[in-house]
T-cell receptor, first 113, second 114 residues
Framework: ETGVTQSPTHLIKTRGQQVTLRCSSQ?????VSWYQQALGQGPQFIFQ???????GRGNFPPRFSGLQFPNYSSELNVNALELDDSALYLC????????????FGSGTRLTVV | AQSVTQPDIHITVSEGASLELRCNYS??????LFWYVQSPGQGLQLLLK??????LVQGIKGFEAEFKRSQSSFNLRKPSVHWSDAAEYFC????????????FGRGTSLIVHP
């Protein structure tokens, strides 16, 4: 069984630019969540998708948006990048809710300069 | 709203010594509780989870955790630490019957001395 894969692994962007991060969920998982992990902090919930619909959102501004595709892969888009957006972005998938525990990808390290 | 507190930012132990990492949560009912480990540059790996039943749960890599309702705690333990256990450890809580979206603590960094 394949795990969760994220791309790219590292990315450097300039303030004001837009970025798209990608995630392939684990086989059999239909729920994908995105987390932002700043240096020295725990993961902060951005939003969750279940069967292509957003069904939960954390305290992040609208310039953070996402998509889930019919094969349950997902994208995270961030517009108008700010320096504080520099972080590790983690994708996690689970089968119909997190009661079973997430499977995490290795993350995308985004640096905004 | 649920919250998770990991009071220790860093813990240093000698290889072979026992380990206990603390986790306290704030939530009215019995939550679902998780411990994850993160090695440098990696994502989070699930060590163990508690939903209900036996309050002592066994996980991977020789870890265990005990749920204590009276103390709102879910501390992680290991009887003998190996150098490869050096990593960041995160406790997470999920509101049972709610949105099933976990809230993570800020993590405890484990340093293992030879």
């Amino acid at each position: 069984e394949t795990g969760v894969t994220q791309s790219p692994t590292h990315l450097i962007k300039t303030r004001g630019q837009q970025v798209t991060l990608r995630c392939s969920s684990q086989s059999g998982h239909n729920t994908v969540s995105w987390y932002q992990q700043a240096l020295g902090q725990g993961p902060q919930f951005i939003f969750q998708y279940y069967r292509e619909e957003e069904n939960g959102r954390g305290n992040f501004p609208p310039r953070f948006s996402g998509l889930q595709f019919p094969n349950y892969s997902s994208e995270l888009n961030v517009n108008a990048l700010e320096l504080d957006d520099s972080a590790l972005y983690l994708c996690a998938s689970s089968p119909s809710g997190t009661a079973y525990g997430y499977t995490f990808g290795s993350g995308t390290r985004l640096t905004v300069v | 709203a649920q919250s998770v507190t990991q009071p220790d930012i860093h813990i240093t132990v000698s290889e072979g010594a026992s380990l206990e990492l603390r986790c306290n949560y704030s939530y009215g009912a019995t939550p679902y509780l998780f411990w994850y480990v993160q090695s440098p540059g990696q994502g989070l790996q699930l060590l163990l989870k508690y939903f209900s039943g036996d309050t002592l749960v066994q996980g991977i890599k020789g870890f265990e955790a005990e749920f204590k309702r009276s103390q709102s705690s879910f501390n992680l333990r290991k009887p003998s630490v190996h150098w490869s256990d050096a990593a960041e450890y995160f406790c997470a809580v999920v509101e049972s019957g709610g949105s099933y979206i976990p809230t993570f603590g800020r993590g405890t960094s484990l340093i293992v001395h030879p």
